[in-house]
Structures are given as structure tokens and as C-alpha cells.
């Protein structure tokens, strides 16, 4: 079964020019490098069963990597930046699509689960059969809390995780199921 991951990002603008010598000038891209790294990287293998998406808030574009079909990418920061420069300057790279999109569709189509620290603490709860959402370094922004509110929330316990850390942690949880 496929593990969906959505991610929100608050801070990058994917229609500005970037920089892979400076992620953070550009937002918090190395904040979803990282998320795209841990989705999909083993120290010896790679997840062909992760479907990731970003939602970009700033300029409503969502960004999909799918697991089974993607080549070419690594898990090193740097060299992912480098694809998403690429990607978002509307340049074609297997296994990725960035196109203008509708978070309201995603969570329809999806209905995922909202990782979030004050949720319901129970991880034999998570499965391979949710999709999961989780906010970025600032978490989740209030123009949606309606869309949100509608989500369950769970919770991974009572430290706050970066965002690819929680990432890494539903990975580790979904590996037992
Ligand atoms: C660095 S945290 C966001 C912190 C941000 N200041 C906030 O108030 O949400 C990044 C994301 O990781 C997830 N997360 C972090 N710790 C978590 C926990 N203990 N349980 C569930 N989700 C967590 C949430 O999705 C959160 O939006």
C-alpha cells in the first residue's frame, strides 16, 4: 500500500528564482529537502511505496513526487533543490508534477490524517491505510483552520518534531504494520 505524505509549506514562493547555494533565503526550501529526503531514503534503500506532495500556500502549487516512477534523485539537500529549481521552472522530470492546485481537492481526495502535537497520542492508531498530513517549521496556516478542522488529529507525543522528523518517525511506525 502506498504512504501518502502532504506537506504544507508557509514560506516559499516557487515562482521566485532560487538559489541551491541558499535554501533558507528562499523560504524554509531546506525545510522540504529534508522532508523529501526522509520520505523516501533508506541508508541502503529507497521507498518506491511513498507518495509525497507539497502544498505551497504562497502561490497555491502543488508539488507530487511519486515513489514508483521517480528517477534520478538522491537524498542529499543540495542535489533535491537542484531538481526542484528545475521542476518549478516548469522543466519535466520523471516522476514529478508541479501544477497549479487546490488544497481542498488534496484533502478531499485524501483524507488524511493531521499530525499534530496536541492530537490523539496513540500510535498503534497510524496505518498504512491513512494519509498524513504535517505542517512545516510553521506548522499549519490559519486561513485553512476550516479545511483542518475537519481532519483528525493525531499526536506523536509531547516533543515537538521538525517536520522531517515526524516524517521519519510514521515511517518507522508504518514499517511495523
Ligand atoms: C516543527 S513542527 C511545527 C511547529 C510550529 N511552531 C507549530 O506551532 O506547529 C512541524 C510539524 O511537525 C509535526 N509534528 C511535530 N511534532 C509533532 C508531534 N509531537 N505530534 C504530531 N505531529 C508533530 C506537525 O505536523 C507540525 O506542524
Redesign the pocket.
Known sequence: MTRNFIIISNTVDTSKPLSINSLTSYGRLDVLCRCISTAFFLSNGFRKDVLLYIYFTLDKSILQIDGSTVRGINPDERAIAGILKRVFQGLPFLGIRFYTGNLEELLVNYKPVM???H?EGNPRNITTSQSFL???????PIEHTNLFSKLKK??????????SQ?ITVLNYILDQD
Open positions: 499530525l499534530d502535537i492530537g504535517i505542517g512545516d517549521h510553521l506548522g499549519y493525531i499526536s506523536l507525543g509531547a516533543n515537538e518534531y521538525l517536520s515526524t
